[in-house]
């Protein structure tokens, strides 16, 4: 089965998850995890990471769309 999404919708998801990730990142419950001497990752990903790379996925289908509208 192939899900149907438009660009908008993509990117209106993947800014979603960024507020989402945003959300947990401010938490104090997460802070506290994420300094624990026992917190760690395969590569020294940390959540803020992951709201970055969300960024930049958004600000290249932005982007594309701009280039394909001209």
């Known amino acids: 089965m192939e899900i ?6 993509i ?4 800014q979603g998850c960024q507020y989402t990730l945003r959300l947990v990142g401010s938490s104090k419950d ?3 995890l994420q300094s624990s001497e026992y917190f760690s990752t395969s590569n020294d990903v940390v ?3 992951a709201f970055n790379i969300l960024g930049e996925v958004v600000d290249a289908i932005v982007q ?5 509208q001209q």
């Open 4 to 9: 149907k999404l438009t660009t908008s919708e």
């Open 11 to 14: 990117r209106t998801i993947l």
């Open 30 to 32: 997460y802070r506290r």
């Open 47 to 49: 959540l803020n990471d």
């Open 64 to 68: 594309v769309e701009q280039a394909t």
